[in-house]
DNA sequence: TATGAATGAGAGTTCATTCAT
DNA sequence: GATGAATGAACTCTCATTCAT
């Protein structure tokens, strides 16, 4: 991947801040979707860019900052790459379809590099009694019920979608679905499979906007 | 029931093993919500229930099998009152409405004694690294779906609701997007309030199992 | 002396509470002595008296509590010692003698036990930072300015020492030139030995109180 | 006297060795007059003189080194400013009475630049277990004794002060008295006053020269 | 000369767990 | 059953010191 890998023996030498920065928040987002937020320990995340715990607390002031910038990194991470995958689609339905299709935990590994979702549930463990997570809860949250909306906002200035409700609320409705049904994958029991929150995200989204959804398999 | 019934106005002595138990998973409930998982010490769940830390661990192998147990004593405690709640209506739309209502986080503090949702995310993250907790996590998650199932399938017995899709999958279907709701009213961001919840929940369990709603405020 | 010698092996088991704080303080006098306030830490204070460092901390909410009550401690036990010298002496000049001669550094070893100088200049230094310690001081100061304007007053009630300059000044001024005795000694270049402590507090004790001496070797 | 002199109002390039040190010891003497001894980072010394901590450890070998310095540097400028203060006053009566006043501390801020008697309690900590400051401690002391002496004998030579006891030895004497009220007035409790130690002082070493103070207010 | 990124050795503190009583 | 003293293994954070630039 994209890693500077240091001989063994050999110092890497000083970086710039911003990359050191950024290589540590991604060290420890990975961490943290590997061992979960209350497990991290500084250590690992050294270990993971291949650097000292001292360094970790140069460029961050505390654990905690780091934590909830590295959620936020993480987070903004994925919105760049859903962003940038609907702006391929021209047609609503289709950029739709690639939301969800994105959101499915575990179905594009190659998309979702990290298992977002889970990051998603520490977000919002942490959110419920560190005000600072809260705040940054409430902005990526936005984010996210946002894109829905105006992908129907879009659908309907081209007339895929017919006029009805409020299309903040249906960013609402439809983001909880979507919520609702990926910790359900994530859980991973096998009563909700991947294919399963494809399938019902799409038919109660087309239920809930309004529109005819072709018969399966077409 | 087997109970030693500790006399009154006397301080208790030593009781017998099932009400120790029972009181610790209660403390334990109880810390978890106040103060989150990860931030819950044997110490504050001893003065919770006054005793040492020691009988704690007494009583239970470790802190973690503890943990896992009082999550799981919670949300039995909120199916218990649930199910009872259920049982006193015998019309589904109504059952359903009030499973719908019991579930809106804050919005009836006297039956969600403890903030219920905000343990189910817990178990939800600790579910992800946790093979016992999974395994809970799965039986609860069931439970839950089936409620909301049984509502349906009693439904359709009594003429109440048209047949359509598979109960189950409606059981998934409403569940996440009560789930998903309940995230976001959790949040308290304003954004979604316990009122929205309800109305949002109505409107889309009833697109969804594909009944009519009277109009609002009737 | 009088330490609890645990048999290698074995655990020396509990002790109550109060006996425990006493030898941790004990034992943090007997560090601070040795090493310096700044240079002590916890760990050699638990190795000093044969536990773990974890148990000090059980005792003592932080080091900087600890640290303050060991050195109040050990100036408790040096005031208990010295008043019950006093207390043997019926005569004023005798008193005020004995009083000078406990207060030579390194005169009496088998009466200071420690250095008390050594942690009366430590006191000095962080009073002057840390208000919890310089209300400490405080007390400390005037307890100990009292024990000379007391011999000063005892001396005047029975003839001994001509009336003069207030008790209490007298103290201030007699104990300011201990004081600086003392710090002269105890830097031990030689200039100032103890036996010209013992000769000059004396000779300038007299002159201000205002009593002659005998003549010298008398 | 081999300096470069910086162009006023250009940013100064790289200075000249000499100039560098003395800038750093006098920033380091301010940091351990606010922070103590013990509480002086080098990083503090860096940001008080605007450089990076790796110039302070170009220019000094090692932290001690430097703390060791720096304090005696900022005694070495007091006793610059003491002795040209006292070369001013031809009488021996008028010497005693400045180097008196100038040693009470607080009462002339703008001769005492930094709390110099904080520095000396400082000093006597370290001096107590570091040969190397033990070393600086002698000579600064005997400096300061020396002035004390050296009154005296001014005083005897002009005829202002009886003959008596050996010069040295009242340096001794009156140099105690001096730093064991300095230590009184910098306790700060109110019970000796910056007034009391100067009244004191001057009390205390006219009987002990041997002269007659002029009635107070004189 | 001067910088500041990087290290690494501790330091204090927390806390689950044990165990003698 | 119940206590709480005692342990020891972590963990976060600090800071003097080094070194490439």
Redesign the interface.
Known sequence: MGRTKAKPGVKPGPKVGKDRRQEILAAAAQVITD?????TRIQDIAETCGVSTGLILYYFESKDRLLVEALTYANDQFYLRLSRELRKNPSARAQLDRLIELSVPGLLPEFQFLDEW?LW??I??R???DPEM?KE??VL??RW?RSIADIVRHGRSTGEFPEGLDAD?LG??I???????A??V????G??TPD?MLR?SRD?SA??IGFALEPAGA
Do not use: P, T
């Open positions: 061992r979960g937020l209350s497990e889970a549930v520490e919002w463990v959110a419920l009694r809260a809860h409430e949250n936005r019920r609320e609402i409705q983001g909880a679905v979507v919520d609702g049904l910790i359900q994530l859980m991973d029991h009563d909700v399963d019902v109660v239920k809930l």
